[in-house]
């Protein structure tokens, strides 16, 4: 019988170093031969690509619940289409955001009843959990300063949203299993933490 992949989920604010650190784990599984696919999100699937285009770059506004919808039909996407597939033959998926995203940016971010957010994202994901999620936390002002180049219509939000979203993700780590991880360090020192957490040193 085949064994299910794990499913880990790497968050945090934008410039948090999320990217960088799913790179790592997956050159860390090259080198050991362990099976692996990353995916980010929004986006993995040719319908998330082009939700995400809307959801990055279109220039009007766009209603609180029609982006927190927005962003939990991409994932569902990703969900049907990728992820439980991946995970059911023994794939081991390593992503770029998840539902806690949600949560921060649509809920506490932009004041969604954080109960509409989950119950929408419980239908897009049917519940599927992660075996473990990292959350790397560092001064908002640090990690907004790590973007280089032409911010997206997220990106342009002021700092005081910015400072929700971290205030989120930081009463988070309070109720659910996530694994806090200091991101106001090297890249390495940042890697080995998540690493050993995972048993993989
Ligand atoms: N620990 C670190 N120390 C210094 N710079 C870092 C660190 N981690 C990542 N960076 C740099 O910060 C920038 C943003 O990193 P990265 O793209 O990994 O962040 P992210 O959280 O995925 O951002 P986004 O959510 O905007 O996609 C990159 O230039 C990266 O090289
Ligand atoms: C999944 C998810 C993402 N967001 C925001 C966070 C970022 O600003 C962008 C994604 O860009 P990235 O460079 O690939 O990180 O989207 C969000 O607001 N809600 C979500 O659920």
């Known amino acids: 019988m085949e064994t299910k992949g794990k ?6 604010p934008d410039g948090a170093g999320k990217t960088t650190q799913a790179q790592k784990l997956c050159e860390l599984f090259e080198q050991k031969r362990i099976n692996y696919l990353y995916t980010r999100e929004p986006g993995g699937t040719d319908v998330g690509n082009e939700i995400r285009k809307i959801l990055l770059d279109f220039k009007g506004d766009i ?4 982006e927190t919808i927005l962003y939990s039909a991409a994932r569902a996407q990703l969900i049907q ?5 991946k995970l059911n033959a023994g794939v081991n998926v390593i992503a ?12 506490l971010g932009l004041g969604v009843e954080e109960n509409i957010v989950a119950e929408i994202n ?6 599927l959990l992660p ?3 990292f959350y790397l936390d560092l001064d908002i002002e640090s990690s907004l300063g790590r973007i280089t180049g032409k911010k997206d219509r997220i990106e342009q939000r002021g700092l005081e949203y910015f400072k929700k979203v ?3 993700y930081i009463s988070l780590s309070k109720k659910y299993p996530i694994i806090t991880i200091d991101g106001n360090r ?4 940042v890697f080995k933490d998540i690493a050993g957490h995972m048993g993989l040193l």
């Open 7 to 12: 499913f880990i989920v790497i968050e945090g």
């Open 63 to 66: 209603n609180p619940i029609t």
């Open 81 to 85: 289409e990728v992820i439980k597939p």
């Open 96 to 107: 770029d955001r998840y539902v806690f995203s949600s949560i921060v940016y649509q809920g």
């Open 122 to 127: 419980k239908i897009a994901t049917e519940n």
């Open 131 to 133: 075996d473990y999620t």
């Open 166 to 168: 971290k205030e989120g």
């Open 186 to 189: 090297s890249k390495e020192d």
